[in-house]
């Protein structure tokens, strides 16, 4: 079978971590975890800064020098990105490379387009981000066969993740272009 993705939809930046660490504890690897959120809803959730003279209380995002810790310090390539009618984002993961070229390149279609590249059809592209728009923390799951897909489909089950879809991922992705180390 053909390289898949799995992504899902969670609301907390607590129900998210769960779900990484779970990932985690079930052998996958952090570079074939991807998470993306609003920078202006979960900046202050996911990052606190370090080395700054802002007053208490004030949020810079990941782009100023912010430490994400905890599950999410733990996923590779994080980021904050602009991306055109899309605004701020914060990233982790292999959707990085796709996001950052968009948002290099200017090219309109935000965070669809790169969702697209991925593999997922155009309709659920739309509708995963525009829940990322509304404050949603997207997912995704890269996995080399039917049996890493099925585990990592239950994980996120098992922690709360909403639009849950397996996809399988385009010819020109991260796995086939960057193949990350074997298991």
Not at 56 to 84: Q, R
Not at 95 to 123: D, Q, S
Not at 150 to 173: H, S
Request: hydrophobic share 40%; net charge negative.
């Amino acid at each position: 079978m053909k390289n898949s993705a799995v992504f899902g939809m969670y609301r907390t930046r607590e129900a998210v971590e769960q779900a990484v660490y779970a990932l985690q504890s079930a052998n996958f690897r952090n570079t074939d975890i991807s998470v993306l959120f609003s920078e202006n809803v979960g900046t202050k959730d996911f990052a606190h800064e370090k080395h700054t003279k802002l007053p208490e209380g004030s949020t810079a995002g990941a782009g100023t020098g912010a430490i994400v810790g905890g599950a999410l310090g733990w996923l590779s390539g994080l980021g904050a990105l602009a991306i055109p009618g899309v605004g701020p984002l914060i990233a982790a993961g292999p959707i990085v490379a796709l996001l950052a070229g968009i948002g290099a390149g200017g090219v309109i279609g935000g965070i669809a387009g790169a969702l697209v590249g991925m593999g997922i059809p155009e309709y659920e592209a739309k509708r995963y981000e525009g829940r990322v728009k509304e404050g949603g923390i997207l997912l995704s799951v890269h996995c080399d066969n039917t049996d890493w897909r099925k585990r990592a489909v239950e994980v996120l089950r098992d922690t709360g993740a909403e639009d849950i879809g397996t996809e399988g991922e385009a010819k020109a992705d991260f796995a086939v272009s960057d193949k990350p180390r074997p298991r």
